[in-house]
């Protein structure tokens, strides 16, 4: 099925570091979703954009729902060791029910 | 707390042995989705009801059935698992309708087929 281009795939940084993400789509959404999963777990739900432009943010986290409707990113600022995981992208165009994910970044955080 | 619930978290089955996996949700909304993840690649989504309304995937096996009884309960029923269905099966729901996007997952259910 379709998947969104997420990068980068992986990434290790320092502790205390910020970190940026990004989702790129060929497809126009109206709604961006941004999860972290850790392993053996579902995903989380960690921030939901649902307008052009729209920056929101969830303590040390900051997504925002690119201009052009078909990119998201996201941001983690003061990385700590607990961020480790996979965070995945996932998008919804109108008129539908289902949403598309991105392949996932793996983010290992070195104290 | 609203949430959504999976059980049981770990299944083991056998090669051929037909499985049902549960999901249940107390957050009232009318759609809930199955999904397929294999070694953490991103979720699959294997179909998804919209209220009673069935949406299969058109490359999901026939070998995957479902059923949702009710607003908060939906299953999966592997009718022949095969190796190569041994996986993490992810429920989630959403509510677009509302005007809220947001789809929530449970914790997940492993399955390992012997």
């Known amino acids: 099925g379709q998947q969104l281009n997420q990068s980068p795939q992986s990434m290790f940084i320092q502790e205390g570091e910020d970190v940026s993400m990004n989702c790129t789509s060929s497809?126009?959404?109206?709604?961006w979703l941004w999860y972290k999963q850790d392993p053996g777990e579902g995903p989380v739900l960690l921030i939901a954009?649902?307008?052009?432009?729209e920056l929101t943010s969830n303590g040390r986290l900051t997504a925002q729902f690119g201009t052009t409707r078909k990119d998201s990113f996201l941001n983690i600022s003061a990385s700590i060791p607990s961020d480790v995981g996979i965070y995945f992208c996932a998008g919804r165009s109108s008129g539908t029910y289902k949403y598309i994910f991105g392949t996932g970044t793996r983010l290992k955080v070195l104290a | 707390d609203a949430m959504v619930i999976q059980n049981p978290r770990y299944q083991v089955t056998q090669f051929g042995k037909p499985v049902t996996l549960s999901c249940s949700q107390t957050?009232?909304?009318?759609?809930m989705y199955w999904y397929q993840q294999k070694s953490s690649q991103a979720p699959k989504l294997l179909f998804h009801y919209y209220d009673k309304d069935f949406n299969n995937e058109a490359d999901t096996p026939d070998n995957f059935q479902s059923r949702r009884p009710n607003t908060s309960f939906c299953f999966l029923d592997i009718r022949s698992p095969g190796l190569g269905d041994a996986a993490m099966y992810l429920c989630a729901t959403s509510s677009p309708d509302r005007g809220n996007g947001e789809q929530y997952f449970g914790p997940g259910t492993r399955l390992t087929v012997t």
């Open positions: 954009l649902y307008k052009a432009g």
């Open positions: 957050l009232n909304h009318n759609v």
């Open positions: 497809s126009i959404f109206n709604t």
